[in-house]
């Protein structure tokens, strides 16, 4: 009985620990203030489209074809 009471504490410190490590994760790093404002559009949104809407035409070439 006792060691059932043990491996309670063990998992209930191990579990404790863990979320006290999560909680230290969530406050990470701030925000440094910048002087310019970051570029709007680098071509990497307009590529990722492109390849979303080739995604969804093959995907429907695929369904007609079967």
Do not use: W
Request: proline share 6%; net charge negative; charged share 10%.
């Amino acid at each position: 009985m006792n060691s059932v009471r043990l491996m309670k504490n063990f998992s209930f410190t191990i579990i404790c620990f863990v979320l006290l490590a999560l909680v230290e994760f969530g406050f990470g790093q701030g925000i440094a203030p910048s002087s310019a404002p970051p570029p709007f559009n680098d071509g990497t949104t307009i590529d990722q489209g492109i390849a979303y809407v080739l995604l969804l035409v093959a995907l429907a070439i695929t369904y007609l074809v079967h």
